[in-house]
């Protein structure tokens, strides 16, 4: 059973017809992909399989999404809305969802409608855990320890990473230069840029700027 099933501690308040709507989300970046039906059969074989099921009101039969087409959907998350008369399911989309062969049944014919979804609204869960971090400060925290060394100690250690993603870029070029194999290069670059943006995060949370003060400067410049 997937942790999913635990999660879900209530039941849906289930329509006349034994039904309720799901809205069906791209985990990635929180794109709306399609709307469905699920009775409690549909529900209990996602949970159980974690791959997104449905009920057809058409063939009135239980139907797993991707069955014919390969493109299914995986269970990454779900939650009852407020009245628990309909859910929101959060999922990873291997292909297109939609029949047409779009991203999404909201997106016109013909458009994957930005298929290179970057993952990005992943880092709001980053964002939760440093916040928490600065908080309450537990003891044997790395972040936390970063944060009680101050500005500079927390500065120092971006100044050394981004170095440190300069080096890795500058092999991964080197690689590339001479037709190398440049999978461990990326590995690394990809590595140290995660440790650069991580940092960069505690040193906002140490100075106490949220990232959507700087997601707005970025919309600003995007839009000027």
């Given at each position: 059973?997937?942790?999913?099933?635990?999660?879900?501690?209530?039941?849906?308040?289930?329509?006349?017809?034994?039904?309720?709507?799901?809205?069906?989300?791209?985990?990635?970046?929180?794109?709306?992909?399609?709307?469905?039906?699920?009775?409690?059969?549909?529900?209990?074989?996602?949970?159980?399989?974690?791959?997104?099921?449905?009920?057809?009101?058409?063939?009135?039969?239980?139907?797993?999404?991707?069955?014919?087409s390969g493109?299914?959907?995986?269970?990454?998350?779900?939650?009852?809305?407020?009245?628990g008369d309909?859910?929101?399911?959060?999922?990873?989309?291997?292909?297109?969802?939609?029949?047409?062969?779009?991203?999404?049944?909201?997106?016109?014919?013909?458009?994957?409608?930005?298929?290179?979804?970057?993952?990005?609204?992943?880092?709001?869960?980053?964002?939760?855990?440093?916040?928490?971090?600065?908080?309450?400060r537990p003891?044997?925290?790395?972040?936390?320890?970063?944060?009680?060394?101050?500005?500079?100690?927390?500065?120092?250690?971006?100044?050394?990473?981004?170095?440190?993603?300069?080096?890795?870029?500058?092999?991964?070029?080197?690689?590339?230069?001479?037709?190398?194999?440049?999978?461990?290069?990326?590995?690394?670059?990809?590595?140290?840029?995660?440790?650069?943006?991580?940092?960069?995060?505690?040193?906002?949370?140490?100075?106490?700027?949220?990232?959507?003060?700087?997601?707005?400067?970025?919309?600003?410049?995007?839009?000027?």
């Amino acid at each position: 059973m997937t942790p999913q099933a635990e999660a879900l501690r209530e039941e849906p308040r289930w329509g006349p017809d034994g039904l309720v709507p799901a809205v069906v989300q791209d985990a990635a970046d929180g794109r709306v992909l399609m709307l469905a039906w699920m009775d409690a059969e549909a529900l209990g074989a996602t949970l159980e399989t974690g791959d997104v099921h449905f009920h057809s009101r058409s063939r009135n039969a239980l139907w797993r999404k991707g069955e014919t087409s390969g493109n299914v959907l995986h269970l990454r998350d779900l939650a009852l809305d407020c009245d628990g008369d309909a859910l929101l399911l959060q999922v990873d989309a291997h292909g297109p969802t939609c029949h047409r062969g779009t991203r999404s049944c909201f997106d016109a014919e013909g458009s994957m409608g930005h298929p290179s979804a970057q993952g990005f609204s992943w880092l709001e869960t980053l964002w939760t855990t440093i916040a928490s971090r600065a908080a309450e400060r537990p003891p044997g925290s790395y972040t936390a320890g970063l944060l009680e060394g101050g500005v500079d100690s927390v500065a120092r250690k971006v100044t050394e990473e981004a170095t440190e993603v300069l080096l890795a870029a500058k092999d991964d070029a080197v690689a590339e230069a001479s037709g190398s194999d440049r999978s461990a290069t990326q590995d690394v670059l990809a590595g140290e840029a995660a440790d650069l943006l991580y940092h960069t995060f505690v040193l906002l949370a140490e100075r106490d700027v949220p990232p959507s003060t700087v997601i707005d400067v970025l919309r600003a410049r995007h839009s000027g």
